[in-house]
Structures are given as structure tokens and as C-alpha cells.
């Protein structure tokens, strides 16, 4: 590792430090449509505060996907009620965003997260952070949030992590690094890893939860996408859409098509896979891409971002097969000459 990243490193790990020992009341947060990587970094770092003996509660504007309840023994995660909860984001002393860098993407807690007077603080590992915290926690090389999670807590007292704070560690690496076949997984990544199976994590149980407890509907409806998924540009182009009427048929909801993007581009020859979702309110899009492909300058065309290799966006308003021919033309752009 370069001179350079160790100080950012180490940066980190003592603003992390500061931030822990001068403040007692937290509140953390995670981006819309939570992941693993949001979800196992809020339940590591709540239930670690709590160790420290701080007063820590977790607050997000989406409902936690349903294969995602299983690592929530304590109802630690909770849905963001305005008028429930909208003081107890005004009246905290730190509130921590994690995995999110864009303020937007809070959606109902924004407005009470940009007013309160607490230190607010970001921990993430995606491009382009905007400017609306008072510290921001970024490392680019670490492959998940919940990596960064664990070293900061390593640093601080590695002895405080027990086996219900490395579940969600382990979640969140596991789910960003796509199972450990991403490009950023490297040594760290795995020497992490044997830690926390060391504590007690069964690698069996988590995957089990997350991808092997589908419902019919589910299981049906990854069929449905896979007999529609279409090649473009010499076959170096999955894409494929899902309508709102196809969720409905067969009792899914958005949540459940996570990781349908990874199966539309299962295929010999495709760099870049275009997942389409119809929603109530707009059309959701998730990008993926093989090697040097920077589907993420894709994403950004579309007022999305992420990361260089999975990125996603959001479009409100708009008719899902106008969208589905707009960013098919536009993936050009992206593809190597």
C-alpha cells in the first residue's frame, strides 16, 4: 500500500476515535432501498456503541429487505417515522451516514439530517462525495463499507467485537464484494474475513438467508426475466426490464429482484448488463460491467452513480420502455472501441 493511503487510513481511524470518545448520543443512517453493506455496517457500529456504553439508534427511510431480517436479533433497524423520530435526529450529538454520500438518497430523514446540529459524518467508499458533512470518512480502495467499519472498531478495541458485530461485517463485505469475485478483492479483504469466521460467523447461515430463502413468486419471476434477457452491440450487452405488472403477478416486491442484475449477465461475451425496474413512481436501473468498463459514467448520465464496475440510478416520471432505448443507445458511449 502506498505511503499516501496508509496517512488517509490513519486519518480515519483517529477522526473515528475523536468522534466516538467526545460524543455520546448517536444516530445512524444508510442510503434508500438499503443493502448488506449499509445494513451490516449500521447493525456492526450500533451494537459496537452500545458496547462503549453511547446511546445509538438506527434510522432508515426503507424498510429492511425481508432477507435481510434475519440479522436483526434486537429490532435495532428501524423505519424513519417523522413524527416519531424526527427529534431524535435533531437532538443526537453525531449523526454517521454509511455507504451513502449523497445527501438525496436519505429521502424523508434529509431534511431533519441537514437541519440537525450534530456532527455529521459519512463512512463509504463510493466516488464523487458531496459537500453536507462535517467529516467525511472515505476510503476508494476498500471494496465495502462495512471493511471500513471493521478496522476502525478493530482500532479502537478489536476485543469488543463479538460474533453478532462481525455478522454484519461479514454481511456487508460479503454482499459489496459479490460474494468475493469483485475486482478489489484482495488479501485485506480475506484476512479480514478469517477474522471474523474466527469470531464465530458461519458463512452458510448468511448466504443461506440472503440468497437461498426465495419465494415461489421469486423463483418464477427469475425465470420470467431470464427467458427476456436481449444482447446488443455484438453481444457485449445483456439488458432486461421488469414491469410493475409482472412484480404484482407473482407477489414480488421491488426488494426481491436483488441481484437479478448479476443472472442478466451470466453470459459469455457480455461486459455490460442494463437491469430495468418499473416502479410506481418511475423506472429504477441498475449497471453493471466487466473489467475497464466504467458503467458508473453511465449511471451519471442518468443522475446515478456508484461504483466503476456497479452502479444504479433512479428515474422518477419516466416510461419504462421509452428509458430502456434511451440508455441502450447511450451504453455505446461506455463500450470499448
Do not use: W
Amino acid at each position: 500500500m502506498e505511503n499516501s493511503e496508509e496517512q488517509s487510513r490513519t486519518k480515519i481511524l483517529d477522526t473515528f476515535k475523536h468522534i466516538v470518545d467526545s460524543n455520546r448520543k448517536f444516530v445512524l443512517t444508510t442510503h434508500v432501498n438499503p443493502d448488506g453493506d449499509g445494513l451490516g455496517s449500521e447493525l456492526a457500529l450500533t451494537r459496537y456503541l452500545k458496547k462503549l456504553g453511547k446511546q445509538s439508534v438506527v434510522l432508515n427511510h426503507s424498510e429492511t429487505p425481508s432477507n435481510h431480517t434475519f440479522l436483526d436479533y434486537h429490532n435495532e433497524l428501524k423505519q424513519f417515522d417523522p413524527e416519531k423520530d424526527s427529534q431524535t435526529v435533531l437532538d443526537a450529538d453525531v449523526l454517521i451516514a454509511l455507504d451513502m454520500n449523497n445527501p438525496g438518497r436519505l429521502r424523508s430523514i434529509e431534511k431533519y439530517f441537514l437541519e440537525s446540529k450534530a456532527k455529521k459524518v459519512i463512512i463509504d467508499h463510493h466516488l464523487e462525495a458531496q459537500d453536507f458533512v462535517d467529516h467525511q470518512l472515505i476510503d476508494l480502495d476498500s471494496p465495502a463499507t462495512a471493511e471500513m467499519v471493521y478496522r476502525c472498531l478493530a482500532a479502537y478495541d478489536s476485543n469488543l467485537i463479538d460474533k453478532e458485530i462481525a455478522e454484519g461485517i461479514y454481511t456487508g463485505i460479503m454482499t459489496d464484494t459479490g460474494s468475493f469475485r469483485f475486482p478489489r478483492t484482495d488479501g485485506e479483504v480475506h484476512r479480514i474475513t478469517a477474522n471474523l469466521l474466527d469470531l464465530g460467523v458461519d458463512p452458510f447461515y448468511i448466504y443461506h438467508n440472503l440468497y437461498e430463502e426465495n419465494s415461489l413468486g421469486r423463483t418464477r419471476l427469475l425465470g420470467e426475466m431470464l427467458s427476456k434477457v436481449e444482447l446488443a452491440y455484438d453481444g457485449r450487452v445483456s439488458y432486461v426490464a421488469i414491469t410493475l405488472e409482472q412484480l404484482n403477478r407473482n407477489g414480488v416486491v421491488p426488494d426481491d429482484v436483488d441481484n437479478f442484475v448479476n443472472q442478466a449477465g451470466a453470459i459469455a461475451g457480455v461486459i455490460v448488463t442494463l437491469f430495468f425496474l418499473e416502479m410506481e413512481d418511475g423506472v429504477k436501473i441498475s449497471f453493471r460491467s466487466k473489467g475497464d468498463v466504467p458503467v458508473n459514467e453511465l449511471a451519471k448520465m442518468y443522475g446515478g452513480g456508484g461504483h466503476k464496475n456497479a452502479s444504479g440510478a433512479r428515474l422518477p416520471g419516466v416510461k419504462l420502455d421509452e428509458t430502456v432505448r434511451r440508455v441502450l443507445a447511450d451504453a455505446e458511449r461506455i463500450l470499448p472501441k
